[in-house]
């Protein structure tokens, strides 16, 4: 009983050495969590952060600085953001993207903001890929895209004036591997947060809706109309998509199967990643093979452009008429609002630009 | 400095043990329900989504491509009206397994129960809160409906009287007249009672869902009439409040 505070001792003095060493072996980056906007801390869930890759501040400014760089590319010609463009809210204003030499890939880019509020990680228009750390793998290897290989990318950065330490800093170790880059280029994309539109404004009652936009939501939100809050999120999802799979009645026959080539099941073909609408008066054009070059294209596709097929959303309803045949008032204050979920300040915003 | 911080901290974890234990003395039961659904005698799972393979009561060979439904305030009551209900509430979807058995937080103590009940749903006091989970999932009903959240989505196709494969959207929300201004709202949610149990132990309730009732029961669901655009149409979901009847059924409970 005597010897407990000696024990006691030998224990705290074995902890805090435990402690300290444990400090000083390793170096620890710049924490820098993410700003989360307060529509989303009161409306929906918390981001995804993978408990290996925290944001820092080193790690951002690495993949800010890989993701403008197009030493990635095969022959130091394309970077990520040629196809995705700060200005553009992080996507590219052709149809069908094009890669080095001008390949011509088979998708509309997609653009790049709230990703860490994808809560099932699933990335591209057909999900194949699991994870932003793991979506970077693929761009840079894409024959379509930048051509490259992972071996050489690795020694480019290596041989390379600034990275091994910028790598260093962001990572404690200036030994360059796909990883690190994949983690880096994903903390940027995380911090690429979009939530400043003129609608966020009047939901935070900071701005009011005209007339006009105010009829184009109720039409968004109004079964008998648009309909088009199942999939699209609302003022209760300001993320405004569910990030699910659907078919919303493009084509009759599929020349892309979209989900259904990932998954292999027939049920799946022609369903596609719901895109969300903010941001749209700077992403045409617009759906997956960027098909639509305007926002009047998309709504009258929803009002009567509907082409049936055995996968067709449920919710896509009235396919027979061609859809929910819109009066020509309610399309163009559908447009309206649609248009206030853009955000200005997004694409200006110097941080998150080169 | 060091030496008091570490000392707190073992206190605080033996307090903190300690703390447990106690609880686990005095309630030592939870209780699960598994969902499990049919439609009349054959059992629906995931697998059997998207292909045209059930018959309704009116006659319409269909599909079910969605089914997620809420459940709510599992309620434990004594014979002498003494109740425990728990907080959580559950959004059952057929395409996620690991949401078709709903395992309360908490745990309730052993003894004899008279009424063991769920709601399907939410009541209007639970209704109209703010759940970030329930929005994530866009599972709200606008606000010119009156606001809050779905009951149920049971989505898929069904082969219409001109032979076309058409959608239908059920969904099942608190009914609302919205011609008229302010709304006139009336409760669709509703209680489902398993009856009396004695719960000595952990214990399992499989709860069976017959979807086809849905269509049946008083009402001859017609999907050629009804089949989408169902929020809206007070009388639609007043129909799909008396079908609710024989849904739920409890098959069998077993301690673990």
Not at chain 1, 79 to 100: K, M, R, T, Y
Not at chain 2, 81 to 95: C, K, P, Q, R, S
Request: hydrophobic letters at 35%.
């Amino acid at each position: 009983m005597k010897k407990w505070p000696t024990y006691l001792f030998i224990l705290v003095i074995f902890i805090s050495t435990a402690c300290s060493k444990e400090n000083e072996a390793s170096y620890v980056p710049t924490p820098s969590p993410l700003n989360i906007p307060p529509l989303f801390e009161s409306l929906i869930l918390s981001p995804v952060i993978p408990a290996n890759n925290p944001q820092t501040i080193e790690g951002i400014a690495l993949g800010k600085k890989l993701f403008f760089d197009p030493i990635l590319s095969i022959d130091n010609s394309l970077a990520c953001a040629n196809c995705h463009a700060p200005e553009l809210a992080f996507s590219d204003s052709e149809s069908i993207s094009s890669g080095v030499n001008g390949t011509l890939g088979s998708r509309n880019a997609m653009p790049l903001f709230n990703l860490a509020w994808n809560y099932d990680e699933l990335f591209f228009w057909d999900g194949k890929t699991f994870s932003l750390e793991h979506q970077v793998f693929v761009p840079v290897t894409d024959p379509l895209e930048m051509q490259n290989t992972w071996p050489v990318v690795e020694n480019k950065l290596q041989q390379h004036a600034e990275y091994p330490e910028l790598f260093e800093k962001a990572f404690g170790t200036s030994k360059i591997d796909s990883v690190l880059v994949g983690k880096a280029i994903a903390q940027f994309e995380r911090s690429l947060i979009s939530a400043n539109s003129k609608f966020d404004k009047y939901l935070l009652g900071e701005a009011d809706l005209t007339p006009e936009e105010r009829n184009g939501f109720e039409v968004f939100m109004d079964e008998n109309r648009g309909d088009c809050f199942h999939c699209h999120g609302s003022d209760k999802n300001p993320l405004w998509t569910d990030n699910i799979f659907h078919n919303n009645g493009l084509d009759e026959n599929f020349k892309d199967l979209g989900l259904g080539a990932i998954t292999g099941d027939p049920a799946d073909n022609g369903k596609f990643k719901t895109p969300s609408l903010r941001n749209l008066a700077f992403t045409a054009p617009y759906m997956h093979d960027g098909r639509f070059l305007t926002l009047e294209d998309v709504i009258n596709h929803y009002s009567e452009g509907l082409k049936n097929s055995a996968t067709i959303d449920p919710l896509m309803k009235k396919v027979a008429n061609g859809g929910v045949n819109l009066s020509d008032k309610d399309k163009a204050d559908l447009k309206k609002f649609l248009l206030s979920l853009s955000d200005y300040e997004f694409v200006n915003n110097s941080s998150i630009n080169k | 400095m060091n030496k008091i911080l570490a000392t707190t901290c073992l206190l605080c974890m033996i307090l903190c043990s300690c703390h447990k234990d106690l609880d686990d003395d005095v309630f030592p039961t939870s209780v699960t329900f598994n969902f499990n659904h049919s439609w009349d005698d054959t059992p629906v799972t995931a697998t059997d989504f998207n292909s045209l393979k059930f018959t309704n009561a009116h006659g319409e060979l269909l599909s079910i491509s969605k089914l997620r439904y809420l459940i709510s305030r599992i309620t434990f009551e004594k014979p002498n009206g003494e109740y425990f209900t728990f907080d959580d509430y559950f959004l059952v979807d057929l395409t996620q397994e690991n949401t078709l058995s709903l395992t309360p937080n908490n745990t309730i103590p052993p003894g004899e129960y008279s009424h063991v009940y769920f709601t399907f749903g939410f009541n209007n006091e639970d209704n109209y809160m703010n759940y970030t989970d329930l929005n994530s999932a866009s599972w709200n009903v606008p606000e010119m409906l009156g606001g809050g959240y779905h009951f149920m989505q049971l989505e898929g196709k069904f082969i219409d009287a001109t032979n076309t494969e058409t959608g239908y959207a059920y969904h099942y929300i608190r009914a609302v007249d919205n011609t008229q201004s302010p709304l006139v709202f009336e409760d669709t949610f509703f209680t489902v009672d398993i009856g009396a149990v004695n719960l000595s132990k952990s214990t399992n309730f499989n709860m069976n869902m017959n979807i086809a009732e849905w269509f049946k029961n008083p009402n001859t669901w017609d999907l050629n009439q009804l089949n989408n655009m169902l929020m809206p149409n007070f009388d639609a979901q007043m129909m799909m409040y008396q079908n609710r009847q024989n849904v739920f059924s409890l098959e069998s409970v077993n301690p673990f």
